[in-house]
């Protein structure tokens, strides 16, 4: 089983409705999961995977380095796909985006959203991002 690591970061907006969640459609440019809803992510090409967090809140969100604010870093959660035989390793992290920073998506999304953490149980997402979310923000099902 070909095995693949991978950060995923979660932004984080604090509102007075209470915090949102960024969640980005993946393009029809992207080499897996196309069109469905996913956090910033990206294969872990460093050694530190909180520095390959940073480089790819950079290249898909837009954001600088000083724009968020690390939050929390997750246990890495495993990710088994059985039919496409691929064990991911999804390394957690929640940003929060500090005000007045505006995200700015490339080519890999097509869309962005700002949801509530609890939302993210109701859209067509990567595998477990819902379980890779609650490594770093408690979400309470419905």
Do not use: N
């Amino acid at each position: 089983m070909e095995e693949a690591k991978v950060v995923t970061c979660f932004l984080v907006r604090r509102v007075a409705a209470g915090d949102e969640v960024l969640l980005l459609r993946r393009s029809q440019q992207v080499g897996t999961y196309r069109g469905r809803w996913a956090a910033v992510s990206g294969y872990l090409e460093e050694a530190d995977p909180l520095a390959q967090a940073y480089r790819e809140v950079e290249e898909e969100a837009g954001l600088a380095r000083e724009e968020v604010r690390l939050l929390q870093t997750g246990e890495p959660l495993v990710v088994v796909e059985a039919e496409a035989g691929r064990r991911w390793i999804v390394h957690p992290f929640l940003f929060e985006v500090r005000p007045g920073a505006q995200v700015r998506i490339d080519w890999e999304h097509t869309e962005a959203r700002w949801v509530r953490p609890e939302e993210v149980l109701a859209f067509e997402t990567v595998p477990q991002l819902a379980e890779a979310l609650m490594r770093v923000y408690p979400l309470h099902r419905p």
